[in-house]
């Protein structure tokens, strides 16, 4: 671990319009060599006799006539009596290129398509692929914005074709203006995603990192918005001491953590360097420290090398094949963006196997008539197994619904309190532990059956109106992996203490 220490990673939807916009652009073309020759010589003579340009390039006087009111025609020469010499207009092409040869162009109708935020209209790259779900946390604007989008394009179009030709190869080098917008027309409303990293610094305070891809790209105007808008998305939670961390101190028998429990107060920054950066204080044999999210890619890792083991190395009883049960808290910013949908797609690969017969189970509460709301929320790729836990009094949600909980029964679990974080306690700061042991293993699957067990099992979520089949209606039908009783003796956790 080091500081800054990242504890949680959300992905915000910016919301952008795609739209086909007719306009005619000044291209610019070179002439041809003749005549650019002769402009340029006209350039540094100033005024040249018409027999000494005839001479010159030893033309006819059918040929240098028919050059010449060629180009008077083009309005780049004019001829007074017998003298010849360039117009203002060719004048000013030379000075707009610095001197070294005459730029023109020729003006071209065109169909280009752009896409432009919906706050400053800047012109940015599309994205390709699926459009977002809800699984973002989508940044609003204003009616006014969305209401007068088609008239703002046409604006941007023109003030920042510049940037718009930098996004195009075919117009990069040769194209230099708008000479008229002629249809805007609106084909598509998206969300670009930024992600937004939350970390604690070396004195322990919260700092936020947004993508610096698009922090380079993007105008001043647009990142304080965005900015504005993460502070606004944190929900305003007020701090209740610290019962729900003594619940899971207690719950789960970890005196490490209490001693970095001074009155109500947790000594966070003081745990998370002698636990976490120094490891000088440690948990017993079989428990490990976690601190942040389980999606983080640091904790990602660590669970998925735990599978991989139990599935697949040697071992005295053989590998151990089950599902993976997956308890999230009740925490709007929580699984929000591309950590979480990564990992949901690392761990289904990893439990499904050849055959295909386990899966990850992920438990979300939802109360009733709020489970489409949270089926948006974790709809990501690869999900095909959300469990609704109704919190029924009087207990409600467990630990007040910061505690998040994994288990892949009689193998590993992962428990962790999300706490608030200093000075903001609206944004949750998970820590935790990951354990072998048999009594946090039968622990973790006495808590998951209290939460999802009798009236509290709401149903099974389905994605698609396709979905075959009769939707359980019990915690034993819903997750039968997870019905089971504890363990009876020590031999695994021996075997797995030996290990760590």
Same mark, same amino acid.
């Given at each position: 671990m080091s500081v800054p220490s990242e504890f949680n990673r959300v992905t915000f939807g910016l919301p952008v319009e795609t739209f086909r916009v007719d306009a005619y652009i000044a291209l610019e073309e070179r002439l041809p060599v003749v005549t650019e020759f002769v402009l340029r010589l006209l350039r540094i003579c100033g005024s040249v006799n018409l027999t000494a340009f005839r001479n010159y390039f030893g033309f006819t006087n059918n040929e240098a006539v028919a050059v010449i009111d060629s180009?008077?025609?083009?309005?780049?020469?004019?001829?007074?009596?017998?003298?010849?010499?360039?117009?203002?207009?060719?004048?000013?092409?030379?000075?707009?290129?610095?001197?070294?040869?005459?730029?023109?162009?020729?003006?071209?109708?065109?169909?280009?398509?752009v896409t432009f935020d919906l706050i400053s209209f800047t012109p940015l790259r599309p994205q390709a692929g699926e459009a977002p779900t809800d699984n973002l946390l989508k940044l609003e604007t204003s009616d006014e914005a969305i209401g007068e989008s088609a008239e703002r394009a046409r604006m941007a179009y023109r003030q920042r074709f510049p940037e718009v030709a930098a996004l195009r190869g075919d117009l990069r080098d040769r194209s230099f203006g708008v000479y008229s917008v002629e249809d805007v027309e609106s084909r598509r409303r998206t969300y670009i995603p930024i992600p937004v990293s939350f970390a604690l610094d070396s004195d322990g305070q919260v700092q936020r990192q947004i993508d610096q891809n698009f922090e380079r790209a993007a105008p001043a105007e647009l990142v304080q918005f965005v900015n504005q808008q993460v502070t606004a998305a944190i929900p305003k939670t007020i701090a209740l001491g610290s019962s729900d961390l003594e619940e899971f101190i207690d719950t789960f028998d970890l005196p490490l953590l209490r001693q970095y429990l001074q009155g109500k107060k947790f000594d966070l920054f003081r745990y998370l360097t002698e636990v976490h950066l120094t490891r000088a204080v440690r948990y017993q044999v079989g428990v490990e420290a976690v601190f942040g999210n389980l999606y983080l890619q640091e904790n990602r890792e660590r669970i998925v090398a735990r599978l991989k083991d139990r599935r697949h190395g040697r071992r005295r009883h053989g590998p151990l094949l089950t599902s993976l049960a997956w308890l999230t808290p009740d925490d709007l910013l929580w699984g929000r963006g591309d950590a979480f949908a990564r990992t949901v797609s690392e761990l289904t690969a990893q439990v499904r196997g050849d055959k295909g017969a386990d899966n990850l189970h992920v438990l979300?509460? *939802?109360? =009733?008539?709020?489970?489409?709301?949270?089926?948006?929320?974790?709809?990501?790729?690869?999900?095909?197994?959300?469990?609704?836990s109704r919190p029924a009094p009087p207990d409600g949600m467990l630990m007040g619904g910061r505690l998040e909980l994994m288990l892949y029964p009689t193998g590993f679990m992962a428990a962790l309190i999300h706490l608030p974080s200093?000075?903001?306690?609206?944004?949750?700061?998970?820590?935790?532990?990951?354990? *072998?042991? =048999?009594?946090h293993l039968d622990l973790a699957q006495k808590l998951l059956r209290k939460a999802m067990g009798g009236r509290r099992y709401g149903r099974k979520a389905r994605f698609s109106q396709k979905e075959a089949g009769v939707s359980p209606t019990t915690f034993e039908d819903g997750l039968p992996f997870l019905n089971y009783c504890g363990l009876v003796d020590g031999a695994h956790y021996e075997e797995e203490s030996g290990e760590t």
């Open positions: 180009l008077v025609r083009q309005g780049l020469l004019e001829v007074v009596e017998e003298d010849v010499h360039l117009t203002r207009f060719a004048i000013e092409r030379f000075e707009e290129s610095g001197g070294d040869h005459p730029r023109f162009s020729k003006v071209e109708l065109r169909s280009d398509t979300a509460y *939802a109360e =009733p008539g709020q489970e489409q709301a949270v089926l948006s929320r974790f709809r990501v790729q690869g999900l095909t197994e959300l469990h609704f200093p000075g903001n306690p609206g944004l949750w700061m998970p820590i935790g532990i990951l354990s *072998a042991t =048999p009594k």
